[in-house]
């Protein structure tokens, strides 16, 4: 249903139920910095709220996301893998 060439497929459990409610949230596990499916989301359902959850991407990269999908972006990082934060 959301793709971007290159990214693969997302798995949307009830999409059209979930995504018809209001409010509406979805939760991205992992992303590696293609934001692909949650700028299709959003521009779909403008009205859902997007939240991502990534420790791969840097500070950069995540605040580049957020700009193009509006998200929220969480990138806890344990210590020893860039910016720690317990």
Same mark, same amino acid.
């Given at each position: 249903m959301f793709m971007?060439?290159?990214?693969?497929g997302k798995w949307v459990c *009830?999409?059209?139920?979930i995504l018809s409610r209001d409010p509406c949230?979805?939760? /991205?596990?992992?992303?590696?910095g293609i934001s692909g499916f949650e700028e299709d989301v959003k521009s779909?359902? *403008?009205h859902c709220?997007?939240?991502?959850?990534?420790?791969?991407?840097?500070? /950069?990269?995540?605040a580049q996301v957020a700009e193009r999908t509006q998200a929220r972006i969480a990138e806890?990082? *344990?210590p020893g893998r860039g910016n720690a934060s317990a």
């Open positions: 971007q060439r290159f990214e693969g *009830s999409p059209y139920e949230f979805v939760f /991205s596990l992992g992303c590696n779909r359902y *403008s709220a997007i939240h991502i959850y990534d420790p791969t991407v840097s500070e /950069s990269m995540a806890h990082r *344990s």
